[in-house]
């Protein structure tokens, strides 16, 4: 049995601030009615699956957090000294 379909994916990165990128998939799958549910569920999880390894790969949610969060508060140039339970808050990890 030949199984015929077709797919198109587009990889869009784009520049965010702190060294960070937006990463967006756009898929269009065309399975001509010739191919299993079955088939094309697995192949669109394997999809999704390739998103999720490179969130994994590159993720720097703590980090960025942390340069956030000193940014703001270096903005901040009236604000109250911060207490000790603060100060613990934004060295946590």
């Given at each position: 049995?030949?199984?015929?379909?077709?797919?198109?994916?587009?990889?869009?990165?784009?520049?965010?601030?702190?060294n960070?990128?937006?990463?967006?998939?756009?898929?269009?799958?065309?399975?001509?009615?010739?191919?299993?549910?079955k088939?094309?569920?697995?192949?669109?999880?394997?999809?999704?699956?390739?998103?999720?390894?490179?969130?994994?790969?590159?993720?720097?949610?703590?980090?960025?957090?942390?340069?956030?969060?000193?940014?703001?508060?270096?903005?901040?140039?009236?604000?109250?000294?911060?207490?000790?339970?603060?100060?613990?808050?934004?060295?946590?990890?």
């Open positions: 049995m030949i199984i015929r379909s077709e797919s198109i994916i587009v990889y869009y990165f784009s520049r965010l601030p702190n960070q990128c937006r990463y967006t998939m756009i898929v269009r799958a065309d399975a001509r009615g010739n191919v299993p549910s088939v094309m569920s697995n192949g669109l999880v394997s999809m999704v699956d390739k998103c999720r390894q490179a969130y994994d790969l590159f993720e720097r949610d703590n980090e960025i957090d942390r340069l956030e969060r000193q940014a703001f508060i270096s903005a901040i140039t009236t604000a109250p000294e911060l207490t000790n339970f603060e100060r613990n808050l934004i060295h946590k990890r």
